[in-house]
Structure formats: structure tokens, C-alpha cells
């Protein structure tokens, strides 16, 4: 996983997948990135440490570089998750959030009103 430690849910991006991890009998491993310059740091730490896929957090700064962090996943040939279709067309394999959930419930509610 790729967490910038300096945002505020950081500690929560990595219990939850450790807690998951531990009950799979898989192991988490965190790699941290606080601004763009570690990004390429932290990715070749992955590639140095035989990780076979990457997802990231929730974060302003990997949303900022989604098309870099694409760019680093890809030439370490590290599959990448991420929780939303724009961090997606970054160059992710997948997304697994909502996305657009909020917008489209939105408007549901509002047609049904009607």
C-alpha cells in the first residue's frame, strides 16, 4: 500500500488492510510518500522488495499525480488499485470504490420526488 503519512486517515489506511491481510495469512506492507519526489522513491521500494501490486489511499497528493503514480506503477509492472474511476484513468488496472455512488443516488432521489 501506498499511504502519505502526513494525511489525517493515514492510520486508518493501515489497519484496515492489515487486519485483512492478517486473517488471509498475506502480508500488508506500507510504503510512504509525502510529496512527489518520494512517489518514484516509493515505487522503486516496491519493485526492490518484490511487491506484486500496489493500491493507494485516499490522498490529495496521489490524486494531484494519479498520471505520474500510473506511470510508476506501470514501468514496474505493478498492478494498481484505486478507490475512484479519475485516480483510475491515471493508468490503474482497477478501481474499487464508489464511484459516483453519491451522484447517482442524488439523482435517483430527486427523479422519485418528482
Not at 484505486?82 to 453519491?102: C, H, I, K, N
Amino acid at each position: 500500500m501506498l499511504v502519505n503519512p502526513t494525511s489525517q486517515p493515514a492510520p486508518l489506511y493501515r489497519r484496515v488492510p492489515d487486519a485483512a491481510a492478517i486473517e488471509l495469512g498475506l502480508e500488508s506492507v506500507t510504503f510512504e510518500a509525502r510529496s512527489p519526489d518520494e512517489l518514484e522513491r516509493a515505487f522503486e521500494a516496491m519493485a526492490e522488495a518484490g511487491m506484486q501490486a500496489v493500491t493507494i489511499n485516499g490522498d490529495g497528493l496521489v490524486y494531484q499525480h494519479r498520471f505520474l503514480v500510473g506511470k510508476l506503477a506501470l514501468a514496474r509492472r505493478l498492478p494498481l488499485a484505486v478507490w475512484s474511476r479519475e485516480t483510475f484513468d491515471g493508468g490503474a488496472l482497477m478501481s474499487y470504490g464508489p464511484d459516483q455512488v453519491a451522484c447517482a443516488a442524488a439523482r435517483l432521489l430527486s427523479w422519485t420526488r418528482s
